[in-house]
């Protein structure tokens, strides 16, 4: 089927992944791995875009770096209990995924003009309880940069929501978080000229 076939057929964010997945150069053997589970998922499941897809759906997260790629802003996520990245689910409005993850950085840090560096950087697959007894995520991870003076702003979704040395992540949180946060990092440096 061709790239134009997919995308009539998929619909503009479902053709979207699907993009960024066949584009993505997986950095590690298991991300290999996750790229082509995640794009066979897509492929055998229409909805799989949707939070309504039982065995799992797409989803996406951004580590929010301060301007100077020192410090990151972490949520206390309710249902995990750990200290994460901000993310989440598909919304029938976005168009792309990087969209979404910008999106869902924006409401909840509540800073409105973040900048998304170039990605994904990251994926990750996790179990959730979307469809108990569970489902999982299909997490697309990218990095943003926070304008300087940023004050985020907590939202209803966070316990917490705290600015933490990129080098000094609290506990507990995860490797998935770890991560991100260095990729992130990593590609700061290269991308973002200091002001």
Not at 71 to 87: C, N, S
Not at 112 to 130: E, K, N, S
């Amino acid at each position: 089927m061709s790239v134009a076939e997919e995308a009539s057929r998929a619909g503009g964010l479902r053709a979207d992944a699907i993009a960024v997945l066949e584009a993505w150069r997986a950095p590690s053997a298991a991300e290999e791995e996750l790229r082509v589970r995640f794009l066979r998922h897509l492929r055998a499941h229409e909805d799989g875009m949707w939070r309504e897809c039982v065995p799992g759906h797409v989803t996406a997260t951004t580590a929010v770096l301060s301007h100077d790629g020192e410090r990151v802003l972490l949520t206390l996520h309710g249902k995990a209990g750990m200290w994460l990245p901000m993310g989440g689910h598909c919304e029938r409005g976005d168009t792309t995924v990087a969209q979404v993850a910008l999106r869902e950085a924006v409401e909840e840090s509540g800073i409105p003009d973040l900048r998304l560096l170039p990605g994904p950087l990251a994926l990750d697959r996790h179990r959730v309880w979307c469809h108990p007894p569970h489902s999982y995520h299909l997490d697309l991870e990218y990095g943003a940069v926070a304008p300087p003076g940023a004050e985020a702003v907590i939202s209803d979704e966070s316990l917490d929501l705290r600015w933490f040395p990129v080098d000094a992540l609290p506990e507990p949180t995860d490797d998935a978080t770890r991560r991100l946060v260095a990729r992130a990092r990593s590609l700061h440096a290269r991308y973002v000229t200091p002001r």
